[in-house]
């Protein structure tokens, strides 16, 4: 079946899924499922919301684009999984997106780290942008259909924004001694985030075959990684994990002014359209 004629009665595992099939479909996740679901599309909505702050400030033109439209996918993927999870309890995407308080969020607290300079982002979306592409090919075979859908539609996407990021980290690296400088920095500070990412939650045991284990993805996330850096001349960073804890929903600071910038003006005009 064509995604463009993908229909709310016949989703099937490995069927990619638009957010309007979803929301016009009677498949009601479990609640475990809908809280895997709130993780998922947590991590794109804040990342897409960092990476917007780019568009108009990135170092070409060019790149004002590329970013905009990986922040648009990851709206995309955000409304897929949050459209789903709002059918356990009759709330949308936007409820869900608009609506909640910093401790109902279940974002890893990669995806809310600042921005940086362009490197620091660039090492961030190099990190996210692996897992994510290990996490999605396994997911499109997730006993959840509507997992799967979602999955299978993200990965095309999420293979282009693998390239994007492994293409400038290793123009930077290889760029002049500032640029190089500034992409080591960026690695540095990104990588106590990673371990978060891989870590199994007492969830995951509880939805067997319909989420992936995190750490199965580690692996091949290492190996995928260490490549890109070696070619590039560079190190993978040993530094210390931080303490994690967003899927529980226990976030860093950041969390709560990303959210006043992104839920200002559905608060202030609820039930507005436009």
Do not use: C
């Not at 979803?22 to 709130?38: C, H, N, Q, T």
């Not at 780019?54 to 995309?76: T, Y």
């Not at 059918?87 to 608009?98: C, I, P, Q």
């Not at 290492?222 to 070696?230: G, Q």
Request: aromatic share 8%.
């Amino acid at each position: 079946m064509s995604e463009a004629s993908a229909s709310a009665t016949r989703i099937t595992p490995g069927n990619a899924l638009r957010p309007e099939d979803i929301a016009a479909s009677d498949a009601v996740p479990s609640p475990e499922a809908a809280e895997y679901a709130l993780w998922l599309g947590d991590d794109s909505l804040i990342l897409a919301q960092r990476l917007g702050w780019w568009i108009s400030r990135a170092p070409e033109l060019e790149e004002d684009v590329a970013l905009a439209n990986i922040a648009l996918d990851l709206i995309g993927h955000a409304r897929s999984f949050l459209t789903y999870a709002g059918h356990a309890s009759g709330r949308t995407e936007d409820d869900l997106a608009y609506f909640r308080r910093e401790p109902e969020f279940r974002s890893a607290h990669l995806f809310e780290q600042p921005n940086g300079d362009f490197a620091r982002t660039i090492a961030r979306q190099f990190v996210v942008s692996h897992y994510q592409w290990e996490l999605y090919t396994r997911l499109a075979h997730s006993t959840d259909a509507t997992l799967a859908g979602i999955a299978a539609k993200a990965v095309k996407e999420v293979d282009y924004h693998r390239d994007h990021s492994l293409q400038w980290v290793l123009r930077l690296a290889q760029g002049t001694e500032e640029s190089r400088r500034r992409m080591t920095a960026g690695l540095r500070l990104t990588w106590p985030y990673v371990e978060e990412l891989f870590t199994d939650e007492p969830l995951i045991d509880a939805l067997g075959g319909a989420a992936v284990r995190p750490s199965s993805l580690r692996e091949p996330f290492d190996a995928a990684v260490a490549a890109v850096l070696a070619e590039a001349g560079l190190e993978v960073p040993a530094v210390p994990g931080a303490t994690g804890g967003g899927r529980r929903g226990v976030h860093s600071e950041h969390l709560g002014y990303i959210l006043a910038e992104l839920q200002v003006l559905a608060r202030e005009h609820p039930g507005a359209s436009w």
